[in-house]
């Protein structure tokens, strides 16, 4: 089992950045890749950004591409969302996700979820 809890949400202007971070706890020997969801109000969970364990592969959503960017300490056990140039549309809760399968993570079927932390950007 793996707990992954989420920090760094808050409110912020358009145009401001966030860091948002992904502890990992419990069976974290395992080489899980890692991502980031959002869920808007009244819209569907949708995928981010992903990176595999050992960083070596890279996976954006198209909307956040140049404005995004996904690392990772794996000796904090712990995995980061850069986030520039925040957009009203970024508003949003987002979790953290990880699993043994980036094809899975990708598609929204990761074994393990944080609960999330909320994001408003201000118009």
């Known amino acids: 089992q793996v707990q992954l809890v989420e920090s760094g949400g808050g409110l912020v202007q358009a145009g401001d950045s966030l860091r948002l971070s992904c502890v990992a706890s419990?069976?974290?020997?395992?080489?899980?890749?890692m991502g980031w969801f959002r869920q808007a109000p009244g819209k569907e969970r949708e995928f981010v950004a992903a990176?595999?364990?050992?960083?070596?592969?890279?996976h954006y959503a198209t909307s956040v591409k140049s404005r995004f960017t996904i690392s990772r300490n794996n000796a904090e056990n712990t995995v980061y969302l850069q986030m520039n140039n925040l957009k009203f549309e970024d508003t949003a809760v987002y979790y953290c996700a990880a699993d043994v399968v980036t094809q899975d993570l990708r598609a929204g079927r990761a074994d393990y979820w944080g609960h999330g932390t909320q994001v408003t950007v201000s118009s």
């Open positions: 419990g069976r974290t020997s395992v080489a899980y890749s």
């Open positions: 990176q595999t364990w050992d960083s070596g592969v890279t």
